[in-house]
């Protein structure tokens, strides 16, 4: 059974700073790995989506990669503002790729202005 | 483009009675559907997926049940609802293919 964990499960960092947050699966066969973002009470936002043959995928100030081998993946996100104050969401997906995702329990961010 | 919409928004039942949320999708034709559960303190839970009408797949025990009666409609229902029951329930669809899935806004429901 697809198990997702990520840490760490909170952080509080300045504006501007550079900030990595982690992902690890514990099946490496998966057929794609998705981060979202989640604001409170509300839905969630795709940020980015990799397939397990790529190994990373970028928008913006953020940045995901992929290693799929060791299980395991970073979100970058640069120049942080107080507006990327959210919970930052890894899902994995498996199967065939209809299949459900298998979720973390997120990194619950903090932009001190 | 395509949108997906989920209703009520915010729901209160007493233990007991019955749950019906709905979830529609539009812009798109054959998408897979999925219904999740996030409950207090937990991560994101998969309850049931679909990949076309009448096909339905569940992935935990429990006291739901969902049904796909059209192609862009999924609904999630109960005929008795429990404590446990209660969370944020959240609907999603993905193209064919394994594609990024797209949530919609969830339904936070309370059971008293």
């Known amino acids: 059974k697809q198990e997702v964990t990520q840490i760490p499960a909170a952080l509080s960092v300045p504006e501007g700073e550079n900030l990595v947050l982690n992902c690890s699966f514990t099946?490496?066969?998966?057929?794609?790995l998705q981060w979202f973002r989640q604001d409170p009470g509300k839905g969630l936002t795709s940020l980015l989506l990799?397939?397990?043959?790529?190994r990373e995928q970028t928008s913006g100030r953020l940045n995901a990669s992929l290693d799929k081998s060791s299980g395991r993946s970073t979100l970058y996100i640069a120049a942080s503002q107080p507006g990327d104050s959210a919970t930052y969401l890894c899902?994995?997906?498996?199967?065939?790729?209809?299949?459900?995702?298998?979720f973390g329990k997120g990194t619950h961010l903090i932009i001190q202005p | 483009s395509q949108t997906i919409h989920q209703w009520p928004a915010t729901l209160v039942q007493p233990v007991g009675s019955p749950l019906s949320l709905e979830c529609t999708v539009e812009?798109?034709?054959?998408?897979?559907l999925y219904w999740y559960r996030q409950a207090a303190g937990r991560g994101l839970q998969l309850l049931f997926y679909?990949?076309?009408?009448?096909?339905i797949s569940s992935e935990v025990p429990q006291n739901l049940s969902a049904s796909r009666p059209q192609d862009r409609q999924f609904i999630l229902s109960s005929k008795k609802l429990l404590l446990s029951d209660s969370g944020f329930y959240l609907c999603?669809?993905?193209?064919?293919?394994?594609?990024?899935?797209?949530f919609g806004d969830g339904t936070r429901l309370s059971i008293l």
């Open positions: 999603a669809w993905s193209s064919q293919g394994g594609q990024p899935q797209h």
């Open positions: 679909s990949v076309g009408i009448g096909q």
């Open positions: 812009g798109t034709s054959n998408p897979n």
């Open positions: 099946d490496s066969a998966i057929y794609n």
């Open positions: 990799i397939q397990s043959s790529q």
């Open positions: 899902a994995v997906g498996s199967g065939g790729g209809a299949d459900g995702l298998t």
